[in-house]
C-alpha cells in the first residue's frame, strides 16, 4: 500500500497493528490509543518508532504527554464528513507543538486533500477506490487562499500587501 | 461595494472550475451521489422536489445593477424566466440542469459572483443589516466587517465539514434588521467605554425545530481580534458539537448543553492560545476594504423638496407608498427605498427576468446602480433623491413593483415550501397568496399597521415562522397539509419566540383564521399607535385564542 | 390479503432532476404510465431492479410511492406527490405583464 505525500505516491513505512495482535520488533508500528493507553509504560520504553491512530471522537489532548515519544499521530475520518480530524491536526500543530508526522485514513476524498495539507497534515491513505492521481491534480485547484494558518502558503491578504509594499 | 483584486477574481475562477471538475466525476461514474451530495450543497445545488435548485450567494445582500441584469440572463436562459429571493439575502434558481450549472457559474464568476457556501455543513453566506451605509443610526458600516468575515469564512480549510451548517449575520445599529439573534453567530458593532470599536458575540441562537435566542456570550472582542474570536469559537464547535443526530448538531444545541458561561470560557480558553497569532486582523487590510464603501459623493440636497412634498399631497396611493416603503436616510435629501416584491397574490420573494432588467435599469437611474436584498425577501434601493421618489414609483408600478406594504400584513416571509422544496410538509405559497389576497385593501393594510407575517413549510423554519408577529407553521398530517399559528414571535431588537395558538387549521381555514386574529387585535388594541405584537404582549394569546376557535366553530356549524 | 398497498417506483433523472416513474421497462415522466405493484414482494423486487440505474448514472434517489387506484388512472396518495407528479409548483407563476419567459434554448 502507499501513502501520498504532497500528492506524491510513496511506500507506507508503518505498520498498523491490530490490538491483539503481537508488536514486530523493528517496524514502525500505529497502535490505537486505547492499545497505548493500556501498554503506554511498555510502548514508551520500545526501541523502533511507534505512532498512535485516533479515531474522530478522541482528542489529542489524550495523548499531549506523550507526543514527545510519538514520531506520527494518525487521524482518521470515518466519514468523509466528519470534520473533527481538521480541528485535531491544528490543536496538535498549533496548541501541543507537534513536529512529527500527522496522517489521515479512512474516507479521505480527494476534495478535502488541500484543505488537509492547510491543517498541518503530511501525508495521507487515499480512500479505497479512489484515483491516487486525483490527489496530485487536486493541490493544483487552488492559488489563493484567504486564511492564514502554519503552512507556508501566502494568502491572499499577505499578497495583497507585499503588492502594495513593493509598489510603494 | 467591495469589487474584487486579482486575487479573489482568480479564487473564483479557480473555485468554478473545482466545481466543473466535481460534476463531470460525478458524470463519469468517479463520485457517487453520496459522495457527490455534500460537494454539490457546497455550491449551493440542491435536488429538490421537480428538479435542481441553484442558491447564488449575494455576499450580505449587497448587489449591483450589472450583477443584477446577469442574474436575469441566468434566469432566461438557464431557468424558466424567475428567481426567488431568499431570507438569507441570496437567490436561486428553482430549474436548473446538472449539466448547466458549471456555464451558469462562469456566467456569475464574470460580474463576481459565486455560489460557494450557500447550503452544506460550512460556514454559510454572511448576512447583514440592508440599510447598511445609509442608515442614520448605525455606529459603523457593518459590510467592512462582513466582508472581513467572508474572505475569512470562504473554504475555510478547518471549517468546511463542521457538524451542521453555520450562519453568521452582523449588524451596527440598535435596531436590529437582520434578525441577529436568530443565527449561530450574532455580531453587533458596539464601542467600548475608551471609545474603541469591537463586537459583541451572541453565539447559539438559530431556528428549525429547537428555536434559540442567541445568547451574548462575550459582550467585547476588539476589532482586531475578531478573525482568532471566530476562529476560537468554531474550534470548540467543530470538535464538540453532536454528529450522532443531525437534529441536535448545530451550535446552538452545543450552547444550551454546556451552559453558555462555560461555553464561552472554553471559547476564551481557546482564543488566548491565537489571539496573538497570525489570525490578528491587519488595520492595512481593514483600511483596504474600507475604502470601498467609503460614502459616495452624493449632491448636496435641502432637507424638504417641495416639488415631491406636492405630490405626496396630491396623490394618496403615492403617500401611501412613501409612508410604507421608505426610510429616513442619513444625508438630507435622500431616502432609502424598500421595493416590495410580495404583490397581492403573488409569490413572496420572486422576481421574473424583466422584473430584474427593469430594476437594474432603475438602480442605474436613481440610486448609483446600488440594489440590495433583505432578509425579508425585498429588494432595497439605498440611494434615491426625493425628487425622484416620484418617478421611480410610477415607474415600479408599471412592472407591478409599487405594492405598499413593507412591514405590513402582506409583506409576508414565506419559504418555497412543498411547491418546490424537498424537505417541506406543507405549501407556503399558496397560503401567503390567499392571505395577501384577503388583505388587499390599502386602507385597511394601513390601519392595522405594522404586522410580521412568517411562514414555514415545516419545522426547518426557513420562513422564519417562530419569530414572525404571526407565524404560520406547515404540518404534514397523513399525507395532508396543516398550518399551525404562533403568535407574538419577532426578530427584531425585542426578539420573542411565538407561541402556540392551538390545534393546527387545514388550508381552508387558515386564512379564516388569521383574519380572526387580526380582527380580534383591532378590536383590543388601545389606539393605532398601538402595534400587534404590542397587544398580544399586553394581553397575552388568550383573548386570540378564545375568538379564533369560537369563529372556527361556528363557521362548521354554519356548513352543517 | 392484508394490508395491500399499491405501490410505485419513482426516482429523478440525474441530469435534469425531473421526476420520473418505472414502467416496468423503462422510466417515464408522466405518472400515470408508471407501473403499480400491489403485493409488497414485487414492489421491493422492482424498487431493487432499478438499482442498476443508479450505478450507471441515469437516475438519482429511487424509493416506493403508494398509490391509489379509486379512479380510472392510479393517482398519488401524498400531497407532496400530487405537486411532483404535476412536474410545477401549484399556482399559476404569474409576474403580470411582466411575464416569465421559457428559457431560450439559444447557446
Known amino acids: 500500500m502507499t501513502v501520498l505525500r504532497n500528492g506524491v505516491p510513496q511506500p507506507n513505512e508503518w505498520v498498523r497493528v491490530a490490538d491483539d495482535a503481537p508488536l514486530p520488533e523493528t517496524d514502525k508500528v500505529i497502535v490505537s490509543l486505547e492499545r497505548w493507553q493500556a501498554e503506554r509504560v511498555n510502548l514508551r520504553q520500545r526501541n523502533a518508532a511507534i505512532g498512535v491512530a485516533l479515531k474522530s471522537e478522541q482528542s489529542p489532548l489524550l495523548i499531549q504527554d506523550d507526543l514527545d515519544r510519538l514520531s506520527l499521530v494518525a487521524l482518521e475520518f470515518p466519514k468523509f464528513t466528519d470534520g473533527r480530524a481538521f480541528s485535531h491536526a491544528r490543536v496538535l500543530r498549533d496548541r501541543l507543538g507537534f513536529t512529527g508526522e500527522i496522517r489521515g485514513f479512512g474516507q479521505v476524498l480527494r476534495d478535502q486533500y488541500l484543505f488537509m495539507l492547510r491543517c498541518g497534515f503530511d501525508t495521507v491513505e487515499p480512500a479505497a477506490g479512489k484515483r491516487v492521481e486525483g490527489y496530485a491534480e487536486a493541490l493544483k485547484e487552488f492559488s489563493v487562499f484567504y486564511q492564514p494558518t502554519n503552512d507556508d502558503r501566502a494568502t491572499a491578504l499577505q499578497l495583497r500587501h507585499r503588492k502594495e509594499a513593493v509598489a510603494a | ?560 | 390479503m392484508a394490508n395491500v398497498v399499491p405501490q410505485m417506483v419513482t426516482a429523478q433523472w440525474l441530469l435534469g432532476g425531473e421526476s420520473i416513474y418505472w414502467t416496468g421497462d423503462g422510466w417515464s415522466e408522466n405518472f400515470a404510465a408508471g407501473a403499480v405493484y400491489v403485493e409488497k414482494e414485487a414492489a421491493d423486487a422492482a424498487l431493487e431492479q432499478v438499482q442498476s440505474f443508479v450505478r450507471d448514472r441515469v437516475v438519482v434517489g429511487p424509493y416506493l410511492i403508494e398509490v391509489e387506484l379509486d379512479g380510472a388512472l392510479p393517482q398519488p396518495t401524498s400531497a407532496r406527490e400530487r405537486i411532483r407528479a404535476a412536474h410545477n409548483a401549484t399556482f399559476a407563476i404569474d409576474h403580470g405583464s411582466w411575464t416569465s419567459r421559457v428559457a431560450d434554448q439559444g447557446s
Not at chain 2, 431556528?207 to 471566530?230: C, W
Not at chain 2, 442619513?330 to 422584473?355: E, F, M, N
Not at chain 2, 446600488?370 to 425628487?387: E, F, S
Not at chain 2, 385564542?545 to 366553530?553: R, W
Open chain 2, 1 to 560: 461595494m467591495y469589487r474584487y483584486d486579482q486575487f479573489d477574481a482568480t479564487f473564483v475562477r479557480e473555485r468554478t472550475a473545482q466545481f466543473k471538475g466535481q460534476v463531470a466525476r460525478r458524470l463519469a461514474g468517479e463520485l457517487t451521489e453520496e459522495e457527490f451530495r455534500p460537494l454539490r450543497l457546497k455550491n449551493g445545488l440542491y435536488l429538490q422536489l421537480h428538479a435542481y435548485m441553484l442558491r447564488v450567494a449575494i455576499p450580505y445582500g449587497e448587489l449591483s445593477s450589472k450583477q443584477m441584469r446577469k442574474l436575469a440572463f441566468i434566469a432566461r436562459r438557464y431557468d424558466k424566466g424567475y428567481g426567488h429571493f431568499t431570507t438569507r439575502q441570496n437567490i436561486q434558481y428553482n430549474w436548473p440542469r446538472l449539466d448547466d450549472v458549471p456555464a451558469i457559474l462562469e456566467h456569475l464568476a464574470e460580474v463576481e459572483m459565486h455560489a460557494i457556501q450557500t447550503s452544506g455543513n460550512c460556514i454559510r453566506n454572511v448576512t447583514s443589516d440592508h440599510f447598511a451605509g445609509v442608515a442614520a443610526d448605525e455606529i459603523e458600516d457593518p459590510r467592512v466587517w462582513a466582508e472581513v468575515i467572508r474572505q475569512w469564512s470562504t473554504l475555510h480549510p478547518e471549517f468546511s465539514y463542521l457538524p451542521r451548517k453555520f450562519k453568521i449575520a452582523i449588524i451596527a445599529a440598535d435596531k436590529d434588521r437582520a434578525a441577529m439573534r436568530t443565527h449561530d453567530i450574532g455580531l453587533k458593532i458596539v464601542r467600548n467605554a475608551k471609545g474603541e470599536l469591537g463586537f459583541a458575540f451572541y453565539t447559539g441562537g438559530g431556528q428549525g425545530r429547537t428555536p434559540i435566542i442567541g445568547p451574548l456570550v462575550k459582550s467585547f472582542v476588539a476589532a482586531e481580534d475578531l478573525l482568532s474570536y471566530l476562529d476560537a469559537t468554531l474550534r470548540v464547535y467543530n470538535m464538540h458539537g453532536r454528529r450522532d443526530n443531525i437534529y441536535k448538531a448545530r451550535i446552538k444545541i452545543l450552547v444550551q448543553a454546556l451552559g453558555a458561561e462555560e461555553f464561552g470560557r472554553q471559547v476564551e480558553e481557546e482564543w488566548l492560545r491565537i489571539k496573538d497569532s497570525v489570525l490578528k486582523l491587519p488595520a492595512e487590510e481593514v483600511a483596504r476594504i474600507r475604502q470601498y464603501f467609503a460614502p459616495p459623493a452624493l449632491e448636496k440636497l435641502p432637507a424638504r423638496n417641495e416639488g415631491f412634498e406636492a405630490k405626496k399631497a396630491a396623490d394618496p396611493d403615492f403617500a401611501r407608498w412613501v409612508q410604507a416603503n421608505t426610510d429616513d436616510h442619513k444625508v438630507d435629501g435622500y431616502r432609502i427605498v424598500t421595493i416590495s416584491l410580495k404583490p397581492v397574490g403573488g409569490a413572496p420573494g420572486d422576481a421574473s427576468a424583466d422584473q430584474m432588467d427593469l430594476l437594474a435599469d432603475l438602480a442605474d437611474a436613481y440610486s448609483l446602480g446600488q440594489i440590495r436584498v433583505t432578509h425579508r425577501q425585498n429588494l432595497v434601493l439605498p440611494y434615491v433623491r426625493q425628487q425622484d421618489l416620484f418617478d421611480l414609483w410610477a415607474k415600479l408600478g408599471s412592472a407591478k413593483l409599487a405594492e405598499a406594504n413593507v412591514e405590513l400584513v402582506t409583506d409576508i416571509i414565506a419559504c418555497p415550501g412543498l411547491d418546490y422544496c424537498n424537505l417541506a410538509n406543507a405549501r407556503s405559497i399558496p397560503v401567503a397568496q390567499r392571505i395577501s389576497r384577503r388583505f388587499s385593501d390599502p386602507k385597511r393594510l394601513a390601519e392595522i399597521g405594522e404586522l410580521r407575517l412568517n411562514i414555514s413549510g415545516c419545522i426547518n423554519a426557513c420562513g422564519h415562522h417562530h419569530v414572525g408577529h404571526i407565524g404560520i407553521l406547515g404540518v404534514d398530517k397523513k399525507g395532508e397539509e396543516f398550518y399551525q399559528v404562533t403568535l407574538g414571535g419577532s426578530s427584531a431588537e425585542d426578539i420573542s419566540l411565538g407561541k402556540i395558538l392551538g390545534p393546527a387549521f387545514s388550508l381552508d381555514q387558515i386564512t379564516d383564521a388569521i383574519e380572526t386574529v387580526v380582527d380580534t387585535y383591532l378590536d383590543l388594541r388601545e389606539g393605532p399607535q398601538e402595534r400587534f405584537i404590542d397587544t398580544y404582549r399586553r394581553l397575552g394569546i388568550e383573548p386570540f385564542k378564545e375568538k379564533v376557535y369560537d369563529s372556527l366553530k361556528e363557521r362548521r356549524s354554519a356548513a352543517e
